[in-house]
């Protein structure tokens, strides 16, 4: 019905930047939140970022003043912008959509993406 499809993940010197980009795509009424999330080995997955419909956004403390999430609604897409990454930033990071199906109007449904690596290492 839905797929969250992110791209951008890699390898990166601490100091560097990334750009992780989330593309939503199927049977889309609405998209409230959009955001991020990331899990490290032997760690649980936490939030990194979020952003609503309307454009307020959300950080964990550890990534304030370092990532900028924003999204296009037109395309129902979120990006998330990197900088000054940290060894501590590596994990897999996953795309998460709060959204509203065409056929399920009222009914809002959390769908995630399949992850991707982001590894911060000289």
């Known amino acids: 019905q839905v797929q969250l499809v992110e791209s951008g993940g890699g390898l990166v010197q601490p100091g560097g930047s990334l750009r992780l980009s989330c593309a939503a795509s199927?049977?889309?009424?609405?998209?409230?939140?959009m955001g991020w999330y990331r899990q490290a080995p032997g760690r649980e997955r936490e939030l990194v970022a979020n952003?609503?419909?309307?454009?307020?956004?959300n950080y964990a403390d550890s990534v304030k003043g370092r990532f900028t999430i924003s999204r296009d609604n037109a395309k129902n897409t979120v990006y998330l912008q990197m900088n000054s990454l940290k060894p501590e930033d590596t994990a897999v990071y996953y795309c998460?959509?709060?959204?509203?199906?065409?056929?399920?109007?009222?009914?809002?449904?959390?769908?995630w993406g399949q992850g991707t690596q982001v590894t911060v290492s000289s």
């Open positions: 952003i609503a419909s309307g454009g307020t956004t």
């Open positions: 199927g049977n889309i009424f609405s998209i409230n939140t």
């Open positions: 998460q959509g709060r959204i509203t199906l065409i056929q399920v109007m009222g009914v809002v449904y959390t769908y």
